[in-house]
């Protein structure tokens, strides 16, 4: 199976090779990303997964930028990982999550770098990105998403810092961000190409 689901909890899914911390609900591989900062790795290679899903997983983690390059490392190129968060402030209502994200937090930067870089420079591209709310029984909440969340997800490809700058960052709490980004190259050739740039300078 070229396919992995990390942190799958009761998501188990066929054809994937479903990654949790614990076994109890079935998980085909039990690993703690926590590990990632001991220094050790997924157990996995280089390039063997040409679809990555990571559900509801980020937010519970403080630092995610070692975990992302760990999962970079095990994708294919021209593999997608596919990630799902929730959507601003809101999150800080269950206790246990870590940190927030916003439209825009994933494209800026390489998943191999603490530091801003230019689009040339980058390890991944950003292929989609979008706002949604899981199924809900409110009516109210159905009618103001339903009208509004197309629009939303239109302004979020024209201007995605704007938009978590006003108001509609406030009034459109409870909803979960989903990104699709794909591997474009290896981290060594990336970092390759990024030094021969400041030669040239």
Known sequence: MDKL???????????????????????????????????????FKDNQFEEILMYDVLEYIPYPLPILKEIHRVCKIDGLIKIKVPYGDFTWGNPDHKRVFFVGTFNMYNFDSYYYCKESCKNIELVKQKLFINPTKSIIKK????????????????????????????????????VVIKKTGDTEFINKANLEGKDDK
């Open 5 to 43: 689901n990390i942190g799958c909890g009761k998501d188990l899914r066929k054809d994937f090779i479903n990654l949790d911390s614990h076994n109890d609900d079935g998980a085909d591989v039990c690993f703690d990303l926590n590990d990632i900062y001991k220094g050790n790795k997924l157990p």
């Open 143 to 178: 009618i103001k998403y339903g009208l509004f969340l197309p629009i939303i997800n239109q302004l979020i490809k024209i201007s995605p810092a704007y938009l978590d700058l006003t108001i509609l960052r406030f009034l459109f709490q409870g909803m979960n961000i989903l």
